[in-house]
DNA sequence: TTCATTTGTTACATAATCGTCGCAGGACTG
DNA sequence: CAGTCCTGCGACGATTATGTAACAAATGAA
């Protein structure tokens, strides 16, 4: 994948434990990590590391993480800068949503890492046009997630929808294994129930779909594991 | 989310309250917790259960914490394994330091329950790179665990999901010898019971598929004892 | 050497996993 | 409203992996 820099997201987390956590996972994503355990520091070190995007914990000492919300998103020069609002439960979110913050997107603790990836990812294509207006690629897959069109070499692909979003997960990081229940959390989102097997049924038609005009299967089964692509 | 094996972490401390209140909380973050109430013991225990990490208070009858860790850190197959002493002053951990017991960091008592579990899992990183984006290397052998693909020199390998998981125990400590009990409670799983010699078939199986291009066998036999990587 | 023990290897029955098909229900469209 | 598309599920067969037993080879001790 080319890659221009990494991303670099603040985090902002006052308990040491769960922001090594995601520091690790996000670090082990590309992400360059900039830490932070209270927001003071969080606002100074907005203007000082210029991060693409803030993962911002609710609960803080000092500046909560709602106020140093609202605060940015004031300042005109970093209103632009997506932020993910981290909240111990689910009430919670109606409640900051209702004092209008402006957070981008919202994840309730216990979080799925991986969702937590996800949806940083997401906020970057968002905002990012280096990313956002990237063709995904692999080989000779090519997925334009702005107009929603995919290619084979030059012919182009009809895909359903859960197909589509099945190829962008896995086109998101090419050569990365993915568990059926992982592909159930990123693609159908977690709180469906949905069989595990209902995963082999579509990336079965994913298959096809890709191969409608000839060339080689791009899907990797492992066995005992998962599926990727290449 | 399919995970890896659980760490396993070696929890040696005479005072029965403090071990309870650590073990909980160890476990609560997901260690495996093996427990120990002298050094004799944990000696015993380090062999037989093969930790991730040690944690490792150091007043203790009979074998003292500091004794402990000298004589872990001589041992070539232990050496690896990271250890936390726990010691009840600061002045201590001076004297400590001083002593060159090898330990890989210091907790002062009180400690914050959560600042030790944040260390542990700042060593367990920094040897067991196991979960993300790292290569597992040893000799001309890498086995990336995200895509799941082994390599031997330039050739690709395909393996069972056994014969996998196998080589990736044996590869989180090359040289190091696991005992066909330590590999089936960290290849199987604890709760399952299967024959030992279980282990020997898919050791040559995994001999088999590590040679199915050529070269040497990487895997040796250590008679009486178990089997280990170079 | 000879013997007992441990380890390597093969074969085979069983079990688990995977790919695919068809169907019924739902959503959406014209 | 009829028609089309999509979805999730159950079922079936094909493939692959697994555990065990049996036997061969090796190792080490006496």
Same mark, same amino acid.
């Given at each position: 994948?080319?890659?221009?820099?990494?991303?670099?997201?603040?985090?902002?987390?006052?308990?040491?434990?769960?922001?090594?956590?995601?520091?690790?996972?996000?670090?082990?994503?590309?992400?360059?990590?900039?830490?932070?355990?209270?927001?003071?520091?969080?606002?100074?070190?907005?203007?000082?590391?210029?991060?693409?995007?803030?993962?911002l914990d609710w609960m803080m000492?000092?500046?909560s993480g709602i106020?140093?919300c609202?605060?940015?998103?004031?300042?005109?020069?970093?209103?632009?800068?997506?932020?993910?609002m981290l909240s111990a439960?689910?009430?919670e979110?109606?409640k900051i949503?209702?004092?209008?913050?402006?957070?981008?997107?919202y994840?309730?603790k216990?979080?799925?890492?991986?969702?937590?990836?996800?949806?940083?990812?997401?906020?970057?294509?968002?905002?990012?046009?280096?990313?956002?207006? &990237?063709?995904?690629?692999?080989?000779?897959?090519?997925?334009?997630?702005?107009?929603?069109? @995919?290619? =084979?070499?030059? !012919? #182009? +692909?009809?895909?359903?929808?859960?197909?589509?979003?099945?190829?962008?997960?896995?086109?998101?990081?090419?050569?990365?294994?993915?568990?059926?229940?992982?592909?159930?959390?990123? &693609?159908?989102?977690?709180?469906?129930?949905?069989?595990?097997?209902?995963?082999?049924?579509? @990336?079965? =038609?994913?298959? !096809? #779909? +890709?191969?409608?005009?000839?060339?080689?299967?791009?899907?990797?089964?492992?066995?005992?594991?998962?599926?990727?692509?290449?």
């Amino acid at each position: 994948m080319a890659r221009t820099a990494p991303p670099r997201v603040l985090l902002v987390e006052d308990e040491p434990a769960q922001r090594a956590v995601l520091a690790y996972n996000l670090e082990a994503e590309g992400f360059d990590v900039i830490q932070a355990d209270n927001g003071e520091d969080a606002l100074l070190l907005v203007s000082e590391e210029a991060p693409d995007i803030i993962i911002l914990d609710w609960m803080m000492p000092k500046l909560s993480g709602i106020e140093v919300c609202r605060r940015l998103k004031m300042r005109p020069e970093t209103r632009g800068i997506p932020i993910i609002m981290l909240s111990a439960r689910a009430e919670e979110v109606d409640k900051i949503r209702g004092l209008e913050t402006g957070a981008d997107d919202y994840v309730v603790k216990p979080y799925s890492v991986l969702e937590l990836m996800a949806r940083a990812r997401a906020q970057l294509r968002r905002v990012r046009p280096s990313t956002a207006g &990237v063709v995904l690629e692999h080989e000779d897959i090519r997925l334009d997630p702005e107009s929603h069109r @995919v290619f =084979r070499g030059e !012919k #182009s +692909l009809k895909l359903g929808p859960t197909e589509f979003k099945l190829l962008v997960t896995l086109l998101e990081r090419p050569g990365r294994v993915f568990s059926r229940e992982q592909l159930l959390d990123l &693609v159908w989102g977690r709180d469906i129930y949905v069989d595990t097997r209902t995963v082999d049924v579509h @990336v079965g =038609r994913l298959r !096809k #779909s +890709l191969m409608q005009h000839g060339g080689s299967d791009p899907v990797r089964t492992v066995r005992g594991a998962g599926y990727a692509l290449g």
